[in-house]
Antibody, heavy 122, light 108 residues
Framework: QLQLQESGSGLVKPSQTLSLTCAVS??????????WSWIRQPPGKGLEWIGYIYHSGSTYYNPSLKSRVTISLDRSKNQFSLKLSSVTAADTAVYYC??????????????WGQGTLVTVSS | SSELTQDPAVSVALGQTVRITCQGDSLRSYYASWYQQKPGQAPLLVIY???NRPSGIPDRFSGSSSGNTASLTITGAQAEDEADYYCNSRDSSGDLLVFGGGTKLTVL
């Protein structure tokens, strides 16, 4: 059974770079038909898609975050990572990683990691 | 358009049927998937590929789609169905993903 686990710094200072890693177990990040995604949820608010990376290394980002986001894939460690630069308090959120399945006109996120809270504060 | 619109809140009497909707132009081309989120938990996939349920999701959950609207129906709502529900699909380009704003379901 595929499982995802986020890790990284829970506290980041304003203007610095947020860095998170998602470790994948029970499956391979090299599998075709899937991409690997980050989603966030500010406290008390809804889900916001951040971006995803294909097993090929191609990336797609939310236009509202594109200038600050980098998602990378480490196939040797079977994990993928998120970097978000120049953070502000508005970036405080629970960050989730998830696998995205793609089928013609369908896509879905499954499974999800448990999420990790990142607070931006000095 | 890259937006998906959901009603912020819906309520249903215990045992009754409720429909949660998601509207967006991209839904004319792409199907929605649906997620249930309970407080303090990660979202859980409940419907994918229009009307498919992952293993372990009760058959009272079903999905449908018409025009620019996708719907999640719970037939015979249970107390444990009280949660936030989010739809997801692609934007019109087909490459970017988007979530609806979420619907808080209250079971009375």
């Amino acid at each position: 059974q595929l499982q995802l686990q986020e890790s990284g710094s829970g506290l980041v200072k304003p203007s610095q770079t947020l860095s998170l890693t998602c470790a994948v177990s029970g499956g391979s990040t090299s599998s075709g038909g899937y991409s690997w995604s980050w989603i966030r949820q500010p406290p008390g608010k809804g889900l916001e898609w951040i971006g995803y990376i294909y097993h090929s290394g191609s990336t797609y980002y939310n236009p509202s975050l594109k200038s600050r986001v980098t998602i990378s894939l480490d196939r040797s460690k079977n994990q993928f990572s998120l970097k978000l630069s120049s953070v502000t308090a508005a970036d405080t959120a629970v960050y989730y990683c998830a696998r995205v399945r793609w089928e013609w006109t369908n896509n879905w996120f499954d499974p999800w990691g448990q999420g990790t809270l990142v607070t931006v504060s000095s | 358009s890259s937006e998906l619109t959901q009603d912020p809140a819906v309520s249903v009497a215990l045992g009754q049927t409720v429909r949660i909707t998601c509207q967006g132009d991209s839904l004319r081309s792409y199907y929605a998937s649906w997620y249930q989120q309970k407080p303090g938990q990660a979202p859980l996939l409940v419907i994918y590929a229009k009307n498919n349920r992952p293993s372990g999701i009760p058959d009272r959950f079903s999905g449908s789609s018409s025009g620019n609207t996708a719907s999640l129906t719970i037939t015979g709502a249970q107390a444990e169905d009280e949660a936030d529900y989010y739809c997801n699909s692609r934007d019109s380009s087909g490459d970017l993903l988007v979530f609806g704003g979420g619907t808080k379901l209250t079971v009375l």
